[in-house]
């Protein structure tokens, strides 16, 4: 009998693998006939991703794209412009340190730019089970609909207490020194902050990258400025002032760092009628940026305010304005940085006052090496980590991704090609069985996970448990083949547990049972202990049930 | 324990994973890659415990290696300023280097230590550096027995 019994049921269960392909899914199994897609296509971040998946950048650049055309174009007019004339009256040099300062500047945008800031992977699905069976153990189980208050974790570091909070949206304990961009939407090791002007977070893997790229950009706008007034000193030395500004074009639009220069020329004008000419070539000169300003103006409706006040003194004034601005903001911000790298500081640490001494006595930074040189040359000078986030991977077709959480993937089991459901297929399942178990049948969830599936030695629980549902999704749980076959009475119930294991290993392996799943383990325990009498008594039904919900929360709970 | 797995593949081919336990990160000294050698209690009957110890620590060994600050990293630094950083499109990094020694030395725990014993690591620069994944595999032999007699007492509970 038992032999008899389980040929109609082995024999259902490799239909169940053949009907997968007539079902209602196959739509998408067909996806698996495209061409294999690379993890940066699902990436579960807001970011953008260039060339295949080799740079990456967040969501909004139009700044970047700004920031870029100043440099360039100020660059451009220094080179056509003042370079013929200083290369050719005192050195060559002059363009061939400029160019390279220039390339400098743009290969360090570029890397900040493009460049993973050290994006921590979300979590994969069994990892976050564990967390949370973890949270659950140390807080005590709450309901399925409530959400538990932050988690924390203390560590010690350097005997320095520090909080790791949970992060709800990567369902991990973010490290220390991590923070959720909520611009990007991840978690980023070592987080300083959001640039917009390099279209990126800065982080752990391009603060170096950050910082010499404002650093450079403050020594090549010195260096562009200054030798725009030597060209023009120069010029006016020869020719007379006048003819030095007809000959060179006072068409130069500054950028926000050459502006800064003006702030240092503009007190030396009071000092003698020798630097008279200064100012005035320094107003001619910024007469671009001021017809910026025009066109803005206008188009606010202001122009006869304006007009009127740029007439007056209002130049010399915008001038000061406009260059403390930007003294300000790129000499300024790379001192700033200078003194967080000396500190070992994040932007996001100075900001919150986290290791200030205000905050308490004995609050010191646990992570500073010690001195300003160590610090400086461990930022900068340090390892270089690489990218924790796969961009370029294929995925594998056999590994369970629920498309919200992590893009991760079961490394050892990358190189197994069996039938595995999809992510679509793994949800639909899943809500299907739900359906199935609310409903009273004598035959109750857990079996129906019990049901044998194609080989999927090495597979996660939950990608196990997924492909053995599928088939069963087009066809109601009554009539659902596996549990007719699984027959009316609980005899089965065992040698289909047997076949279900075997069915772990291969069809074509003779029944031998390995291990049963954890789902099934309180159903296969209960199994044991039923005969056809208890069947039908409601009580055992209930607890039946309630085995089977439990399962099955699990399951979706993972 | 079984020793029915004589290679990695003949372990995914034909066991079940029954759970997978996560090694955590160990933050105690400030942000540098290092794993808990803290022993976790659902390995306590599958492997010794100082051998799991040991691979652990040299683990974190490896990766203390791969984030020493001392001077090669220092010269690899300054020659990548110098030359805008183009030079890492034809060398890897020192950090790389290593990440490649430790996938190397996983593989080979994996498959002197660990496959014997029902259990595979994995490399934890597939999990973002966060866990050490150790999957754990209800191999044929012991599980076979246990269904066995619950398959007999449920077949007497039916007759």
Redesign the interface.
């Known amino acids: 009998m038992h032999l008899g019994l389980t040929e109609p049921v082995r024999e259902c269960q490799y239909n169940q693998i053949c009907t997968r392909n007539s079902s209602p899914m196959e739509n998408v199994g067909h996806t698996k006939k495209r061409s294999p897609q690379r993890k940066w296509q699902i990436f579960p971040g807001r970011n953008r991703f260039y060339c295949n998946g080799r740079l990456m950048m967040a969501r909004q650049t139009g700044v970047f794209y700004l920031t870029l055309v100043l440099i360039i174009v100020t660059s451009g007019l220094f080179f056509t412009f003042d370079c013929p004339f200083l290369a050719s009256n005192l050195t060559p040099a002059i363009p061939v340190v400029g160019g390279m300062l220039l390339i400098f500047v743009l290969g360090m945008l570029f890397r900040a730019g493009f460049t993973d800031p050290g994006v921590l992977p979300r979590a994969t699905p069994d990892e976050a089970a564990f967390l949370e069976r973890q949270m659950d153990a140390t807080n005590g189980s709450s309901g399925p609909g409530y959400r538990p208050p932050p988690r924390i974790k203390e560590v010690v570091i350097n005997g320095q207490t520090v909080k790791l909070k949970y992060c709800f949206t990567c369902k991990i304990f973010r490290p220390p020194r991590t923070s959720h961009c909520s611009l990007c939407d991840n978690c980023v090791e070592r987080f300083d902050h959001h640039c917009p002007w390099v279209g990126n977070c800065v982080g752990k893997r391009n603060y170096r990258f950050f910082y010499l790229f404002i650093l450079s950009l403050s020594f090549l706008t010195v260096f562009i400025f200054a030798f725009v007034i030597t060209h023009v000193i120069l010029r006016s030395n020869r020719t007379g002032f006048l003819s030095a500004l007809k000959d060179s074009p006072a068409r130069y639009p500054f950028t926000k760092g050459n502006c800064q220069m003006l702030s240092h020329i503009t007190p030396r004008s009071q000092a003698g009628s020798k630097h008279s000419e200064v100012p005035i070539s320094v107003d001619a000169c910024v007469c671009a940026l001021v017809s910026v300003w025009f066109v803005a103006m206008r188009a606010c409706g202001f122009y006869r305010r304006w007009s009127a006040f740029l007439d007056g003194v209002g130049l010399t004034v915008l001038e000061v304005v406009v260059c403390f601005f930007s003294v300000w903001s790129i000499v300024g911000l790379s001192g700033f940085h200078t003194y967080l790298i000396s500190s070992n500081q994040t932007t996001n640490e100075d900001i919150k006052g986290s290791w200030s001494t205000k905050r308490a006595k004995d609050n010191y930074n646990p992570y500073s090496h010690g001195n300003v040189l160590t610090n400086c040359c461990a930022a900068l000078c340090g390892p270089l980590p690489p990218s924790l986030i796969d961009r370029r991977g294929l995925i594998q077709p056999d590994t369970p991704q629920p498309a919200p959480l992590s893009n991760g993937s079961s490394g050892y089991t990358t190189q197994l090609h069996t039938h595995m459901c999809d992510q679509e297929q793994c949800i639909q399942s899943t809500k299907f069985v739900l359906q199935a178990a609310t409903t009273p049948l004598l035959h109750s969830g857990p079996v129906v996970i019990g049901r044998g599936g194609p080989p999927l030695s090495g597979k996660s629980s939950l990608g196990v448990t997924c492909s053995s549902l599928a088939p069963n999704q087009p066809s109601l749980p009554s009539s659902m083949p596996g549990l007719s076959c699984a027959g009316d009475m609980l005899a089965l119930r065992d040698p289909e547990t047997h076949c279900h294991h075997h069915h772990f290993v291969s069809p074509e392996e003779t029944p031998s049972p390995p291990g049963p799943m954890p789902l099934t383990l309180p159903c296969t325990a209960h199994a044991g202990h039923l005969n056809p009498a208890q069947l039908y008594d409601p009580a055992s039904q209930d607890s039946l049930h309630e085995d089977s919900v439990r399962g099955l929360v699990k399951l979706s709970s993972v | 324990m079984a020793t029915e797995f004589h290679n990695?593949q003949e372990?995914?081919?034909?066991?079940?994973?029954?759970?997978?336990?996560?090694i955590q990160?160990d933050?105690?000294?400030?942000?540098i890659c290092r794993f808990q050698t803290k022993f976790p209690s659902e390995l306590d009957s599958r492997i010794e415990r100082n051998l799991f110890e040991d691979t652990i620590k040299t683990l974190n060994t490896y990766y203390v290696e791969?984030?020493?600050?001392g001077g090669q990293?220092?010269m690899?630094?300054?020659l990548?300023?110098a030359t805008?950083?183009?030079i890492?499109l034809c060398m890897e990094?020192?950090?790389?280097k290593v990440?490649k020694k430790i996938s190397a030395y996983i593989q080979e725990q994996n498959e002197k230590v660990y496959a014997p014993r029902g259990l595979?690591l994995?490399?934890p620069?597939?999990?973002?550096?966060?866990?050490i994944?150790v999957?754990v595999?209800?191999?044929?032999g012991?599980?076979?027995s246990?269904?066995?007699s619950?398959?007999s007492?449920?077949?007497s509970?039916?007759r």
């Open positions: 990695l372990l995914r081919h034909t066991a079940s994973l029954a759970t997978k336990v996560f990160r933050y105690s000294q400030g942000t791969a984030e020493k600050i990293s220092y690899e630094g300054c990548a300023c805008a950083y183009t890492f990094t020192r950090y790389e990440l595979l994995t490399d620069i597939e999990r973002g550096m966060r866990v994944e999957s595999f209800e191999d044929r012991s599980s076979g246990s269904l066995s619950s398959g007492s449920g077949g509970a039916q």
